[in-house]
């Protein structure tokens, strides 16, 4: 299923979107719904990308969502010598569902 930004107000409350971080300044987002995790697209042809975090938290500032956490997953472990892992090796950090810090 290919689900729109300008469609995530109709999936209220979304129970949880994952920020995830594909490099240090690149940021896409995933969407749960249903329990399934979902791509969110800009357009029919464009993948919602950004290139701030910030960035990315002010589009999600006016939808109802229950949790937002930004993930990362690295791709370097036999870089350093680590074993090629049989799960996943995700970190996921909770962010706060206000793009800036409360007073």
């Known amino acids: 299923m290919k689900l729109l930004f300008n ?4 999936y209220e ?3 949880k ?9 690149f940021y896409q987002l995933l969407a749960v719904v ?4 979902h791509l969110v697209w800009e ?14 938290r002010e589009k999600l500032a006016d939808l109802a969502i229950g949790e937002v956490v930004l993930r990362q997953e ?4 036999e870089m350093v010598g680590q074993p090629v892992r049989a799960q996943s090796n995700a970190l996921e950090v909770k962010l706060n569902t206000s793009p800036y810090p409360l007073e």
């Open 43 to 56: 357009t029919e042809e464009k993948i919602l990308s950004q290139r701030n975090l910030t960035a990315m």
């Open 13 to 15: 409350p979304l129970a």
């Open 34 to 37: 249903d329990g399934v995790e």
């Open 74 to 77: 690295s791709a370097y472990d």
């Open 17 to 25: 979107v994952v920020v995830v971080s594909l490099d240090p300044s």
């Open 7 to 10: 469609q995530l107000a109709s």
